[in-house]
């Protein structure tokens, strides 16, 4: 096992919770819905847990955590047009959207996890896919919320003339 390479390994996963963190932070400011807000604020915490843990393991490696803060012009304009995209689409939209990115998020953690079996010890692993389970309810929860503006709009639409 590689320590140089374990730490590259968990480096991109902080890098990913950290573009997930922009982007529910990006939803948060768009949205006028409590209830959502109040979700995408849940979201970031449990990112911010994860980037802690992730940092912590880094140095424990001797390795070097991204500095997450810094900003480039690439994403600042990104997350400018994300946030332009979800002022302007309904809730379902930016459900849709975001339940997309969870699950690009989770495949990101399993292909991580499975290019990278020798250069990661049984506990940085085991600690994955513990990440990876929290993801999959994330993920679930915001498929469902999609799942009940869906089942709501067909409900209606069989009483109308």
Known sequence: M???KSAAVLN???KVNGE???IFETAKRATKENDLKMLFSEFINLLENFNNDLEKSIIELNGIPLNLNSRNNVLSRFY?????AFEHNS???LLNMLEYDEFVA????RQSLSDNLNDLDYELHSY???HISML???HDRIKELGDQMLTSHNYDKSFTF
């Open 106 to 109: 989770m495949n990101k953690y």
């Open 91 to 93: 809730r379902e939209d």
């Open 2 to 4: 590689s320590t140089q």
């Open 12 to 14: 991109s996963l902080l």
């Open 80 to 84: 400018s047009n994300v946030k332009s």
């Open 136 to 138: 999959q309810e994330r």
């Open 128 to 130: 994955l896919k513990t």
């Open 20 to 22: 997930r963190t922009k």
